[in-house]
């Protein structure tokens, strides 16, 4: 069965379903919305498990007397100058964590033993010019003057603009955080520092309700010819939570809300009917799932009258991280998305349960053990710990900065521990929108060969210059890899990004012609993509002519991959090429994860299983292998210390018209 691709889906799909007047019929006063338990209500902390409510109040005496670190402007001004965020973000994330534990600690506890340790880390992010990073920083200046015609001079932003608030990630995120403190603990708060409680409302308004109404435009909404990525649902999200739990203006709530979900349409209407994401898995949380925190606060907040849980697309986009699992830790990641992830499970899993799909809610249920079970902690480890304190365990480590996601981790789901953890590990899918195939030998096991290819273009999200590439992995884990993105520096993401290695096609499973690699922009894209589909076979077809630049001299470059179920199951890579001229020179490159033996037309590569054989012609190419050193801290996490890259380089005399054919098979 062959399949084309889709269209992107029509717009306004939440906007037209929720329209002002139902928002102001539907939505709960915020006086009156009770989403979770007060700090004040004791019975309903004091029924969390024992295990659980002893491990919440030793994450918040670690912070009891804690020197809250420093953020100078010097350390802000590190990623304009040299290019490093970390030093920054190290102690900007570690003020967040704290907070919520000592949070948390105190809502368990309830005897005010953590407050001024709370007020501490209040205060001190109320302090911070900017809830954002440096990578983010930029001037709103223009956005809020008055349409004179007369453009502001450009301003120095190596330091927060502070006159003009920007809203970016981490300020939302920071938002949310302090909205969710403000709920809980505002009764004991205001009985003794009520001004802690009127700063909060004071500086949220300030940072984000105003400066999100009044800027016509926020680059991170998108447009009409640039989608937005998972930037939108992530602040969204967060800028949705703050409103529900602090706006007291009925009127000025529901125009907020109408705002909030006229920009998550923007973000639907970049998404094909398949529900796939062009970031890839490693951003499912921040990309659907940050859409089903909007979707689910809306249900919430509307005693469940607002139900966005029936579209189609809604559900397709909750389906992409099962459909993308390779199997353990493992899923598939073209772009900057993460190989090995730890999804949040609990996520998944209710996010399975809210559209009815069970087996969206194994994935959950299986990524939460999972994690709970491979963690290396001490506290997963004491023998009279219980399977659901276990799993409650890993959502509190997994969710250190994030309230809106804990709470309902420590209310709602208490049936993880009796639900069914096994993995689908679907058999195949094709996603025909962003152009990804994924296949297995088997559904329901690991064991065997596991296939992903893909499309698609070289302006995606978080893009490589990829199109054409492909992974192979082998009872679980991958071997012909896709080596992902390393730490995040200021060239990630600016105009040298495609002079990081990692980006490059000559680091994908990619043909080099005439010496020449793929190149970033819209136009370099695939062409003529077909999945073909059976019990036999799964198959992409693609050419990759105009993935390349001209200089490349392609006439047609025709690649098909597929993975082909029988006695012994085996993946056949055909190139069938036509250029212009013989070119000077020709190579296919393979990225390898672990040591390659050579042999005459064969490459063993080592697994923890059985080797992985991939046979090639020894009378077309010659093989060489090369080692990579990895270096950066992030890739070294996924891959360790090392990987290869074997170059098949096309040996004289070479032809102007030909055919590349790869099997690789279990060995």
């Not at 949040?344 to 990524?367: N, T």
């Not at 884990?477 to 390393?486: I, K, R, S, T, Y």
Request: proline share 5%; net charge negative.
């Amino acid at each position: 069965m062959e399949y084309q691709r889709t269209p992107p889906v029509a717009k306004q799909v939440l906007s037209t379903l929720f329209p002002g007047e139902r928002l102001q019929e539907a939505l709960i006063a915020q006086s009156i919305w009770h989403p979770y338990p007060t700090a004040i209500e004791r019975t309903a902390w004091q029924a969390i498990p024992e295990n659980v409510q002893g491990y919440l109040i030793a994450r918040a005496e670690q912070y009891q007397g804690w020197t809250w670190p420093e953020l100078p402007a010097t350390l802000f001004l590190e990623f304009v100058r040299d290019g490093n965020r970390v030093h920054y973000e190290e102690r900007y994330f570690a003020r967040r964590q704290a907070l919520l534990a000592l949070v948390m600690g105190e809502c368990v506890q309830g005897q005010g033993r953590f407050l001024d340790e709370i007020v501490n880390g209040i205060w001190a992010i109320c302090e911070e010019s900017f809830w954002g990073l440096p990578a983010h920083n930029f001037s709103a200046r223009a956005a809020f003057l008055p349409a004179s015609g007369i453009s502001p001079s450009p301003l120095d932003i190596g330091l927060p603009d502070t006159a003009y608030r920007v809203i970016d990630l981490f300020a939302a995120e920071t938002g949310a955080l302090l909205a969710w403190t403000w709920y809980l603990l505002k009764e004991p708060l205001a009985q003794t520092l009520p001004v802690v409680v009127d700063r909060i409302g004071r500086e949220m308004r300030e940072r984000l309700l105003d400066p999100y109404s009044n800027v016509e435009y926020w680059q991170w909404m998108g447009s009409e010819t640039s989608p937005p990525n998972n930037w939108n649902p992530w602040i969204h999200s967060n800028l949705l939570a703050v409103t529900l739990l602090m706006e007291a203006d009925e009127q000025v709530s529901v125009q907020t809300v109408s705002r909030i979900l006229a920009g998550l349409d923007r973000f639907l209407a970049g998404y094909h009917a398949d529900g796939g994401c062009d970031e890839g898995p490693g951003y499912w949380d921040n990309a659907a799932g940050s859409l089903f925190d909007s979707l689910d606060l809306l249900y919430r907040a509307s005693g469940g009258s607002l139900d966005a849980f029936e579209i189609a697309l809604i559900q397709e986009m909750g389906r992409f991280i099962l459909r993308t699992h390779i199997g353990g830790p493992w899923y598939v990641n073209f772009a900057d998305a993460a190989a090995r992830l730890t999804p949040s499970g609990e996520l998944i899993y209710r996010y399975g349960k809210r559209i009815h799909d069970p087996l969206l809610m194994r994935q959950g249920a299986y990524s939460i053990r999972y994690a709970a079970t491979t963690a290396q902690t001490e506290h997963l480890n004491v023998a009279n710990v219980s399977d659901q304190d276990r799993l409650l365990f890993s959502s509190i480590d997994h969710y250190q900065r994030v309230p809106g996601r804990l709470l309902p981790a420590l209310f709602e789901v208490d049936s993880l521990a009796e639900a069914d953890a096994t993995a689908p590990l679907l058999r195949e899918t094709w996603l025909d929108g962003i152009e990804v195939l994924c296949a297995r030998e088997q559904a329901g096991t690991e064991r065997g060969l596991f296939l992903a290819a893909k499309g698609g273009h070289n302006a995606e999200s978080h893009n490589h210059n990829d199109i054409g590439t492909f992974l192979v992995a082998l009872d679980g884990e991958p071997v012909v890899l896709d080596v992902g993105v390393g730490i995040y520096t200021r060239k990630t993401f600016n105009e040298e990004r495609y002079t990081i290695w990692t980006m490059r096609s000559s680091y994908h499973n990619l043909p080099l012609i005439n010496g020449y690699e793929q190149q970033a922009g819209r136009k370099f894209q695939a062409r003529a993509v077909h999945s073909a589909l059976s019990e036999e076979q799964a198959e992409l077809s693609l050419d990759l002519t105009e993935a390349y630049p001209e200089q490349a001299d392609i006439l047609q470059w025709q690649r098909t991959l597929r993975l082909e179920r029988r006695d012994r199951a085996q993946i056949i890579l055909n190139d069938r090429y036509h250029l212009g001229a013989v070119p000077q020179t020709l190579a296919l490159h393979l990225m390898i994860r672990n040591a390659v033996e050579l042999e005459h037309g064969l490459l063993r590569c080592s697994t923890a299983t059985r080797p992985l054989e991939i046979s090639y012609d020894p009378q077309l190419f010659q093989a060489h292998v090369e080692r990579i050193e990895i270096t950066d801290a992030r890739i070294a996490a996924t891959w360790g210390r090392q990987i290869f890259r074997i170059i098949l380089a096309c040996q004289p005399p070479l032809q102007a018209k030909g055919e590349i054919r790869l099997v690789i098979r279990a060995g």
